[in-house]
């Protein structure tokens, strides 16, 4: 099973593209113009997203290439072949919490300002989105195919700028940050549920297709 965790790891990192980063860089100035010592918490939300959809899109590799032919090959079991996607969403939740800090260190370090609110809601946003999107998208992928979860993917996009837009329209900046972190452990516990029972879901999928 280590393999296949690493298998996927690599292809998580490799998909990545060079023109994504330099558009993160892009987002995150113009964030700070439009919302100052937000910017870290906003672009966090976006990082978070982008590592849920890397995730299911590097998913998408193993379809194009029929990989469960190969691996139907393999001394390894239904719970394993699941378990090693599972388990590599969860190696990449490093890289959306290590990203959420650097890009909440630059507003911090530009404006002077350290608000430890946005900096934990920051990292919660960070490790319950990928967790959520992976919940969500991997049964999907292995009751349906790739191409349903890819569908949901986008359509979960919808409510989160929706989130993002009524506080900046409507309550506040300061708000969003206080109302979010006071919800932190109900999400991440919900997050933690939907994400193990997902797995169950997927093993079942994975199975009726073996």
Known sequence: MKGLIYKDISIFFKDIDKKQILLVIGVIVLLMVNTGVYAGLFASVMLAMAVGMQNIMSFASDEKASWKKYQLTMPINAVSAVASKYISVICTLAVSI?????LNLFPTIAFQSFNAVVWGASAAASLVIPLLWAGICLPLTYWFGF?????????????????????????GFSAMANSMFSYVVVAGIAAIVLFAFSMIISIMGYSRKK
């Not at 290590?98 to 650097?102: D, K, L, N, Q, T």
């Not at 191409?147 to 309550?171: C, N």
């Open 147 to 171: 191409r349903s979860a890819q569908t949901m993917g986008l359509l979960a996009v919808i409510p989160m700028f929706y989130f993002i837009k009524y506080f900046e329209d409507g309550v």
């Open 98 to 102: 290590v990203g959420s800090m650097i």
